[in-house]
């Protein structure tokens, strides 16, 4: 029998399962609702495969289901969660660049200062 894994363990692997640009790409435009398959390939503009690769590490996780109709593939949000995240990850994403500017500011102010 294995060991349960701790939550810090669990929560690394989520997290390192959403560390790939294509798979962040395909969170953000689920966002606006199901998308088939053939309007992410649009947007995202890699290899059909490529894209099928994330598709599957997303389904595996449960971040995201999938429904066919025919040929075409829809592919939906698990769950309102992940919206939510993708939003918190921009606020962060942000907050963060906005500190970055008044450094940048900072730095400008002090060098124009010391070239007088």
Request: no cysteine.
């Amino acid at each position: 029998m294995r060991a349960p894994v701790p939550l810090y363990q669990a929560k690394a692997e989520f997290f390192r399962m959403l560390g790939h640009p294509v798979r962040i790409r395909v969170l953000e435009l689920l966002q606006d609702g199901p998308k088939p398959v053939r309007d992410l390939l649009a947007a995202i503009e890699i290899e059909p495969s490529s894209l099928s690769q994330q598709l599957a590490v997303l389904r595996r996780s449960g971040i995201v289901t999938s429904t066919r109709s025919g040929s075409t593939v829809v592919y939906e949000l698990a769950g309102g969660d992940v919206a939510e995240l993708m939003r918190a990850a921009r606020r962060i994403l942000t907050e963060m660049l906005s500190g970055q500017n008044e450094l940048l500011e900072e730095l400008r102010d002090a060098e124009a200062e010391a070239s007088r």
